[in-house]
């Protein structure tokens, strides 16, 4: 297991063809393992580039803290 942290923010089309964002909380436990919790957004967008704008927007996340799929 890698024990890197993961992207905060992720970008990934749904089975409706529309854009989603999970919004990703990295913690690590005593061994030094990170525990990541995820809560994906009740917003969709039409384009990938919607959703990194929102992202960008309302969590002033930069270019590095979006992963998409």
């Not at 919004?23 to 969709?44: A, C, M």
Request: no cysteine.
């Amino acid at each position: 297991m890698s024990r890197t942290a993961v992207r905060p923010y992720l970008v990934a089309k749904d089975e409706e063809g529309r854009f989603r964002v999970t919004v990703r909380v990295t913690r690590f436990n005593s061994q030094g393992y990170p525990l990541v919790t995820s809560t994906l957004l009740d917003e969709h967008f039409a384009t990938a580039t919607l959703a990194r704008n929102h992202v960008y927007t309302q969590y002033r996340a930069t270019a590095a803290d979006i992963a998409t799929s």
